[in-house]
């Protein structure tokens, strides 16, 4: 009898974490322009310390895969947009949400504060809400498997 219930057990721990690991705001994501409803780009968010990183693993514009940051100042001028960082040091605050001074946008060569956190109605959405100022824009990206 103690044999299947650590089984049981065992079981239902998998499944639990397995359901978890769906609900996770890391992994890879399509950006998808709010204004146009087309898929942008696929971005990596990683945890590293305690705290939220993301970069660009491809371009989806047709004819922008090799794009580089022609707007951009310091080291970021005339780099390539794929594998830059666009997500830095973004801090857990509770609920899921979690919040930052750096999401960068290499089309218009801006930083904004963030707030970064999963649709609680589809955890295969992630809500991505760049601020300047008091005025606030929100994505809907995409989760993509693999």
């Not at 499944?15 to 146009?36: A, E, N, Y």
């Not at 609920?95 to 930052?100: A, D, L």
């Amino acid at each position: 009898m103690m044999k299947v219930n650590k089984l049981v057990v065992y079981v239902v721990f998998m499944l639990f974490s397995m359901s978890f690991h769906g609900q996770s705001v890391f992994g890879k994501w399509k950006t998808i322009d709010d204004r146009t409803g087309n898929p942008k780009a696929i971005i990596k968010i990683y945890e590293e310390d305690g705290l939220m990183y993301g970069h660009v693993v491809e371009i989806l514009e047709e004819g922008r895969e090799d794009a580089v940051c022609a707007k951009c100042n310091g080291e970021r001028k005339n780099k390539p947009i794929v594998g830059m960082k666009i997500i830095e040091e973004v801090k857990p605050v509770g609920n899921g949400e979690w919040k930052g001074k750096t999401l960068f946008d290499p089309e218009q060569a801006m930083t904004f504060r963030c707030k970064i956190w999963l649709n609680p109605e589809n955890p295969d959405e992630l809500k991505v809400r760049g601020y300047l100022a008091f005025i606030y824009r929100t994505q809907t990206w995409l989760r993509v498997e693999g």
